[in-house]
């Protein structure tokens, strides 16, 4: 039996008596070793207590196995959706996952990227932070890291995407509003600078417009988007002359926080006012909550994301893909209604 110290892949081939190549095949996953092979390689592997050593390894073969995945904010349980599954379909192809919390900065964005780069990783599924130009992914395209930009696009990129149809999501929340009889439908966050944020004003927008009612500027609020930051701003939105009867709110975050501050309030969600969000949380759906809510493909897309990376590591050169999730209308008491009008 060979000793734990400094164990090698050739140590672990000569106790299996095949070759340094299989072990490295086998540890790799890789179609070419049989499994029952695969199977007695792991065994021995973990009886024996060997490390791989990936980043020798990476010197060798250009792949680290490992695959960046960037967002601008974990806490929103949407992102949290879509990094789960997006890391669950990288761990199913053997790659770890590099984790990278963005916080909407541009310079901590550039400082993962360029680590991603140093350390030779495989890929890179990336929601852009907001005001991210073709400059700032300059780098990923001249060093030819493989790159999904996922739920935001960039604009002249010419990268592959997945996301949501945000313009329709909000044209599908607006309409329902406008077909239960409201002519006084607020618009709560988003910050504009985020092509999400333009795309769902613009769904509302659109709805507004398709129905002959006049797009009122004062219905119009901007908030971060926590619910904290959408109980503050809703006496304003309620003190308007002619306040809204109805709330459109860009995320369910926000549609949350104006829940909470209507019943502070002693108002009743669904009777007094009507409340639809976006993205279909868990939370919305919770008997307290009730959210009426625009159900977003959350694992789709980060499953789609994950397989579009592999397929751009197989083909470099292919051209670019794209992937627009459709969404639906998921009715619940916040609306004031149980059926889609």
């Known amino acids: 039996m060979v000793q734990k110290k400094n164990l090698t892949l050739k140590d672990i081939a000569k106790e299996l008596g095949v070759s340094t190549a299989t072990v490295s095949l086998a540890i790799n996953n890789s179609s070419l070793v049989a499994e029952k092979t695969r199977l007695l390689v792991l065994s021995k592997i973990k009886e024996v207590g060997y490390v791989y050593n990936r980043r020798a390894a990476s010197l060798i073969t250009g792949k ?24 669950k379909t990288l761990a199913q ?25 140093e350390h030779n990783s495989d890929g890179l599924l990336l929601c852009p932070v907001v005001g991210t130009e073709v400059e700032q992914l300059q780098p990923l395209l001249t060093r030819g ?35 239960l009889g409201h002519k006084r439908i607020a618009f709560i966050g988003g910050a504009l600078d985020a092509k999400a944020a333009r795309d769902r004003r613009s769904g509302y927008v659109d709805a507004l417009k398709l129905n002959g009612l006049p797009v009122d500027e004062r219905l119009l609020f901007d908030c971060d988007n926590h619910s904290e930051a959408a109980e503050k701003i809703l006496p304003e939105v309620l003190s308007i002359e002619s306040p809204p009867t109805a709330i459109v709110g860009f995320s369910d975050l926000i549609a ?32 307290y909550s009730q959210l009426t809510t625009v159900n977003v493909q959350k694992s789709q897309i980060g499953q789609m994301a994950a397989s579009f990376l592999f397929q751009r590591l197989q083909n470099p050169h292919m051209p670019p893909q794209r992937k627009i999730f459709e969404s639906e209308l998921i009715v619940r008491r916040s609306c004031g209604a149980y059926r889609v009008s």
């Open 145 to 179: 890291l493989p790159t999904v930009l996922v739920t935001r696009d960039v604009d002249g990129a010419n990268m592959d995407f997945v996301g949501n149809d945000e313009r329709f999501s909000f044209h599908l929340a607006t309409r329902h509003l406008i077909n």
């Open 256 to 287: 949350l926080g104006v829940l909470s501050a209507l019943i502070a309030l002693g108002l009743e969600p669904g009777k007094d006012i009507a409340v639809v969000g976006c993205d279909n949380i868990a939370e919305s759906s919770r008997h």
């Open 93 to 117: 192809e053997g790659r770890m996952s590099l984790l990278c919390n963005s916080h909407e900065s541009l310079p901590l964005q550039e400082r993962f990227i360029n680590a991603l780069i």
């Open 64 to 87: 680290s196995g490992m695959v960046g995945l960037a967002v601008h904010d974990f806490t929103n349980p949407y992102f949290t959706e879509v990094c789960a599954s997006a890391e």
